[in-house]
C-alpha cells in the first residue's frame, strides 16, 4: 500500500469533472437506436420518381426486388387496363403511380414476403422537325424537354434552339415551352408530338447577308473616288 502512487491535489478536480461528465453522457450513449433494417426495402432501391397520373396509352414500368419474372414494361390501353404478372389485368388509368405501387403491393404479399415494388410511367411522345434522329419514344414524364430532344439526336443546326412547339391531333397548341420544362409541368399526354421548327432564312444565312452588305459597301465606296 505504501508503493500505491497517490494523485496529486491538483489532479483531483480533473478526475471528478471527468467522472461527471461520463455520467451524464452514459444516458444518451444507452438511447442510440440500432440501424435500421435494410434487408427488405419497401421500395425498389435506386431513383425515387415523383407521382404520375398515369393515362391510356402509357407504358407501366414496374420493378420487383429480386423478382426480374415480375418486372418489364406493360402497356396501358385505350380502356385505361394494364396486364401484370400473377396479378392479372387491373385499371390504371388515371391513377397515380403511387396508388398503382400500394395496390400492386398488396396483390404481391400473397405470394411474396415482403415485396418490394418500384413503378415509373413511360409517356409516348414524339420528336419531330429539326432534330437529327425523329422518332417515337417512351420516357419518365418528369424529365425536361431537353432530355427528349437529347433522346432524338438534339437539335438540328438548322433547328431553332428557343422554340418547341406541342402538337395534338395535328393541332399546335399554345403552349410555351422551353428546353427546361418537365414534360408533367407542360400537360403532355400520351401522342403528343414536341415539334421543333426550322430557323428563319435570315438566322439561317446571316452570312450571306454579311457577305451582301460588304459588297455593296465596297461598291459605294468606290462610285464615291470617282
Given at each position: 500500500m505504501e508503493n500505491r502512487r497517490r494523485l496529486s491535489p491538483s489532479a483531483r478536480p480533473l478526475l471528478a469533472a471527468a467522472a461527471l461528465v461520463f455520467a451524464l453522457t452514459a444516458p444518451a450513449r444507452a438511447q442510440v437506436p440500432a440501424p435500421p433494417d435494410t434487408s427488405r426495402p419497401s421500395a425498389v432501391p435506386g431513383?425515387?420518381?415523383?407521382?404520375?397520373?398515369?393515362?391510356?396509352?402509357?407504358?407501366?414500368?414496374?420493378?420487383?426486388?429480386?423478382?426480374?419474372?415480375?418486372?418489364?414494361?406493360f402497356a396501358v390501353d385505350e380502356n385505361g387496363v394494364a396486364v401484370f404478372p400473377h396479378v392479372g389485368r387491373l385499371e390504371v388509368g388515371r391513377i397515380s403511380t403511387d396508388s398503382l405501387q400500394g395496390l400492386l403491393i398488396s396483390r404481391y404479399?400473397?405470394?411474396?414476403?415482403?415485396?418490394?415494388?418500384?413503378?415509373?410511367?413511360?409517356?409516348?411522345?414524339?420528336?419531330?422537325?429539326?432534330?437529327?434522329?425523329?422518332?417515337?419514344?417512351?420516357?419518365?414524364?418528369?424529365?425536361?424537354?431537353?432530355?427528349?430532344?437529347?433522346?432524338?439526336?438534339?437539335?438540328?443546326?438548322?433547328?431553332?434552339?428557343?422554340?418547341?412547339?406541342?402538337?395534338?391531333?395535328?393541332?399546335?397548341?399554345?403552349?410555351?415551352?422551353?428546353?427546361?420544362?418537365?414534360?408533367?409541368?407542360?400537360?403532355?399526354?400520351?401522342?403528343?408530338?414536341?415539334?421543333?421548327p426550322e430557323r428563319s432564312w435570315v438566322s439561317r444565312n446571316t452570312w450571306v447577308l454579311s457577305a451582301g452588305i460588304t459588297g455593296v459597301a465596297l461598291v459605294i465606296a468606290a462610285l464615291l473616288r470617282y
Open positions: 431513383l425515387r420518381h415523383a407521382s404520375v397520373v398515369l393515362q391510356p396509352g402509357d407504358k407501366v414500368r414496374l420493378r420487383v426486388w429480386r423478382e426480374p419474372d415480375l418486372s418489364g414494361d404479399a400473397g405470394s411474396l414476403r415482403d415485396p418490394a415494388v418500384e413503378v415509373t410511367v413511360l409517356r409516348r411522345v414524339s420528336v419531330l422537325g429539326s432534330v437529327r434522329n425523329p422518332g417515337l419514344f417512351y420516357v419518365d414524364p418528369t424529365i425536361t424537354v431537353a432530355d427528349v430532344l437529347a433522346l432524338a439526336g438534339g437539335v438540328s443546326p438548322e433547328g431553332n434552339q428557343k422554340r418547341i412547339d406541342l402538337v395534338r391531333g395535328g393541332e399546335r397548341l399554345q403552349v410555351h415551352l422551353t428546353q427546361a420544362s418537365s414534360l408533367a409541368d407542360s400537360f403532355i399526354q400520351p401522342g403528343d408530338q414536341l415539334w421543333v
